[in-house]
């Protein structure tokens, strides 16, 4: 299976940048991604930095001298065009840890590809948010979670917050609540 991985930006001082990544996946049918194919895709973690790696049953771990890294793959799931091409494409949440407290969410796009899902692109979410559900809307992806308000504890998120995202040029990118393709 080939693998590609493409930096598209990252950000520097600590912040983790928008990723796109090319990581091949599995045969499915050219209109339609079955989610168990989700499950068994190749992701690259980018808030940890881990990958690429072939989850088994939605979930990959490593243990190492650093300690016990994972990635997992989350409820809830959204399928939809999402690349304007009329193949069904997948939004998931990758749940990391890289073996410190930290679990790191990060919203994934995997692109439906002449029928094999391709990881494409994925932007971080933020450290210990709860992500309540995830939606297709007109080619854009609505995140609904709560995240930490400036006085909330690691462990402890409060602010309710509705985020879309769509795809540009292959990256995942914030859009406007009014945003179209």
Request: charge should be negative; aromatic fraction near 4%.
């Amino acid at each position: 299976m080939q693998t590609n991985v493409r930096v598209v930006s990252r950000a520097v001082a600590g912040v983790v940048g928008v990723i796109t990544l090319g990581c091949g996946g599995l045969s499915t049918s050219p209109n339609s991604l079955p989610p168990d194919a989700l499950g068994s895709g190749l992701y690259c973690a980018a808030s940890t930095g881990v990958g690429p790696v072939r989850l088994e049953n939605g979930k990959w771990s490593r243990e190492d001298t650093a300690g016990k890294q994972t990635v997992t793959l989350a409820d809830p799931k959204g399928q939809g065009d999402l690349d304007g091409d009329g193949d069904e494409d997948a939004a998931v949440v990758l749940v990391s840890s890289g073996g410190g407290s930290g679990t790191f969410y990060e919203l994934a796009v995997v692109i439906n590809d002449q029928g094999r899902p391709v990881h494409t692109s994925s932007v971080p979410l933020g450290d210990r948010v709860k992500v309540e559900s995830l939606g297709l809307e007109s080619a854009r992806i609505r995140v609904k979670m709560v995240v930490h308000d400036e006085d909330d504890a690691a462990c402890c998120p409060t602010l309710p917050v509705d985020r879309f995202y769509r795809l540009q040029d292959g990256a995942l990118i914030e859009a406007t609540p009014s945003a179209s393709r």
